[in-house]
């Protein structure tokens, strides 16, 4: 017998203990559920990268809202796809009060009010070049008059009736000017989900598919951040916060804990993180391999999301996840 007082094995000795002791707690109430709408009735396509994810029409998403609320989920992330022929250089559909993503806001919020809708501000499913931001004759994406337009976006979400906005473009200044427009056209009380640290990733990959937004030329670096930094993303939050923004994002989520919890030392509004579409296929293509326990391997991923320091998480496991945590 070795002579040992430390034994920290006596505080996982059974399910019992472990359960007293455990510090990290998954909730579909910190879930949010991101969702593809397009137009139509009855109308559902698969998303090959993204097993068990469909593109929806309006009635398919609304009865999609009532699941998730029953299943505890607290929110929807909207994403709408767009016919070609609507989109142009400035994303005027998006301003539209009758164009798919408001009347969608809206047939949520009458059918499934309980459910807080969140919307993308953000022009790539409205722009016929495929950037989040308006791109001038030399193929710059423009700052300022990306900001004006995605002013406009938002109070046009706002009054359809959206709860919180997510801008998602990363371009400078918009939490300050998007704050200003909603509080000019009174929606005081609609809230901004920032995503702050928004990384040029290679795992939004299978989202591109799901809305054919893929860049039509060149890349999202020059907005969007390079993986390789760290203390930028500190910057980028706390200009966030200070412009207004009631929570922030990171995003990616897996690949990228580490600014998950350097953020949530930094500040003190409420922290996100995206599990994006990649992190959600690579689970799934494993699991139909037979490589990898699909139902672990989410939970395990969706805690250490959590443990990380995310209080929120955008997630296509929401709802396979809320029903194995209701088990
Ligand atoms: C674009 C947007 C993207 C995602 C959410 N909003 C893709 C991009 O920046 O190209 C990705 C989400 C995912 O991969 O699950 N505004």
């Known amino acids: 017998m070795m002579n040992l007082i430390l034994r920290p094995r006596r505080n996982r000795v059974s399910a019992a203990v472990r359960g007293l002791v455990c510090e990290t707690e998954l909730s579909p109430a910190h879930f949010i559920l991101p969702l593809f709408v397009h137009e139509g009735k009855n109308h559902r396509v698969a998303i090959k990268s993204m097993p068990e994810q469909f593109r929806l029409s309006r009635d398919l998403i609304v009865k999609e809202c009532r699941e998730a609320a029953k299943l505890g989920i607290s929110a929807v992330a909207l994403f709408p796809a767009l016919a070609e022929k609507l989109k142009d250089k400035t994303a005027t559909e998006s301003l539209n009060p009758n164009g798919l993503l408001q ?3 809206k047939a949520i ?22 950037h989040d931001g308006y791109v001038n004759e030399n193929g710059e994406i423009e700052n300022d008059r990306t900001v004006e337009i995605l002013c406009g976006m938002s109070i046009a979400q706002a009054q359809a009736g959206a709860d919180i906005v997510a801008p998602s473009d990363m371009m400078d200044g918009r939490i300050g000017a998007i704050r200003r427009a909603l509080d000019e056209n009174g929606f005081i009380n ?13 795992f939004y990959g299978p989202f591109r598919d799901a809305l054919d937004s893929a860049p039509k030329s060149g890349d999202k670096k020059t907005y969007q951040m390079n993986p390789a930094n760290s203390r930028e993303a500190i910057r980028e939050v706390q200009l966030d916060v200070a412009e207004g923004a009631d929570m922030v994002m990171v995003k990616p989520a897996l690949p990228y804990l580490d600014i998950i919890r350097a953020i949530r030392e930094a500040v003190n509004v409420p922290v996100a993180a995206y599990n994006v579409s990649g992190e959600y296929a690579m689970i799934k293509a494993a699991a139909a391999n037979g490589w990898l326990d699909e139902k672990k391997c989410m939970l395990e991923a969706l805690l250490s999301i959590r443990r990380a320091g995310a209080d929120v998480i955008l997630t296509y496991f929401a709802k396979q996840a809320a029903r194995e945590l209701q088990r």
Do not use: F, H, R
């Open 109 to 130: 919020k009458d059918a499934v009010p309980e459910i807080a809708v969140i919307t993308d501000v953000a022009m790539d499913p409205y722009s016929s070049d495929g």
């Open 103 to 105: 009347q969608t806001v």
């Open 190 to 202: 609609t809230g901004i989900l920032a995503y702050s640290a928004k990384y040029a990733s290679a």
